[in-house]
């Protein structure tokens, strides 16, 4: 059984900064892609930017571009999503995401198999 799990969320002003996290258990993965994703009250849920588990390719949203990182550590099972420049426009439930079909990442939700419960980023301006 595959577990992810969110951890990082809380509350900031705008211009701050906050590191998410996402571990992974159940399953050592090799040629996936992972991704984060946030949903805001009554919208859908969106991309945000995702990475190959190997090689490390990264892509991001246009409105996170510049602001956000993310990252993984494969020793660690673990990916993570640097957020500088917090906007109130960043306010969500994060999701982590993974994709075992894909070695490249794609923007689709419904193309990743395994999800986290979420954690919420609050942003005030």
């Known amino acids: 059984q595959v577990q992810l799990v969110e951890s990082g969320g809380g509350l900031r002003q705008a211009g701050d900064s906050l590191r998410l996290s996402c571990a992974v258990s159940?399953?050592?993965?090799?040629?996936?892609?992972m991704g984060w994703f946030r949903q805001a009250p009554g919208k859908a849920r969106e991309f945000v930017a995702g990475i190959s588990w190997i090689g490390a390719n990264t892509r991001y949203a246009d409105s996170v571009k510049g602001r956000f990182t993310i990252s993984r550590d494969t020793a660690k099972n673990t990916m993570y999503l640097q957020m500088n420049s917090l906007k109130p426009e960043d306010t969500a439930v994060y999701y982590c995401?993974?994709?075992?079909?894909?070695?490249?990442?794609?923007?689709?939700?419904?193309?990743?198999?395994?999800w986290g419960q979420g954690t919420q980023v609050t942003v005030s301006s």
């Open positions: 159940g399953r050592t993965f090799s040629s996936v892609a």
């Open positions: 995401a993974v994709d075992v079909s894909r070695t490249v990442v794609v923007t689709q939700p419904g193309a990743y198999n395994y």
